[in-house]
């Protein structure tokens, strides 16, 4: 059964402090992104990484940052956080590009943070 | 501009009714995925379509290339299927990126 994790359900954090979203899978998957999801906008793509230590810039980067030192887990970094990045995280994997079902992105449980 | 948009975006229902749920896309694409997402947030996969009419269980999902549209229908719907369904689409060229939908929230009234 096809597995992606997130380190914690529900956070609450400081303005300004250092905020860390840790993404686990055991699919052996090449491809990591990172969403947020805000009411009527959407889930919005963050980040992505298409390989070990590779990190592309999805739609909304600002005030973010990742790191993928091992293929299973892909983290993302809020430097200083602030009342804007309050919001549904979701970390989603994926196979190489490919057809049929290798093609589909399975979903961890989410992380909604609040940033006070 | 959304490059994929959903209606209608809120949707309630009689249990037993049919439902159908549209989602319009204007950029070329791979493939489209209809996703289901629970309250408390786990989203899992439906289908994923880039041609013609998949079926699993209550669940019929449709595609026109052509038309650049989809349609997921629930046929004698129940209230366990009140969830947000939301139209993700994989643009061709870009290999790994998905564009999503906003979401359609849908209540299934006993």
């Known amino acids: 059964d096809v597995k992606v994790t997130q380190s914690s359900r529900y956070l609450v954090k400081r303005t300004g402090e250092k905020v860390f979203l840790e993404c686990v899978q055991d699919?052996?998957?090449?491809?990591m992104f990172w969403y947020r999801q805000d009411p009527g906008l959407g889930l919005r793509l963050i980040y992505f990484s298409y390989d070990v230590k590779m990190k592309e810039k999805g739609d909304i980067p600002e005030g973010y940052s990742v790191s993928r030192e091992k293929k299973e887990r892909f983290s993302l970094i809020l430097e200083s956080a602030s009342t804007n990045q309050t919001s549904m995280y979701l970390c989603?994997?994926?196979?190489?590009?490919?057809?049929?079902?290798?093609?589909?992105?399975?979903f961890g449980p989410g992380t909604r943070l609040t940033v006070l | 501009k959304n490059e994929v948009e959903q209606s209608p975006q809120n949707l309630t229902a009689q249990e037993g009714e049919f439902i159908t749920i549209n989602c319009s896309y204007s950029?070329?694409?791979?493939?489209l995925h209809w996703l289901q997402q629970h309250p408390g947030g786990g989203i899992v996969s439906l289908f994923m379509l880039s041609s013609g009419k998949k079926k699993h269980g209550r669940l019929i999902a449709t595609i026109n290339i052509q038309e650049k549209h989809s349609s997921l229908h629930i046929t004698a719907s129940h209230p366990r299927d009140s969830a947000v369904y939301i139209c993700a689409v994989r643009l061709r060229n870009t290999g790994n990126q998905f564009y999503f939908g906003t979401g359609t929230s849908l209540t299934v009234i006993p």
């Open positions: 950029v070329g694409i791979s493939a």
């Open positions: 699919m052996d998957h090449e491809n």
């Open positions: 989603a994997s994926s196979s190489a590009s490919g057809t049929g079902i290798r093609d589909t992105q399975y």
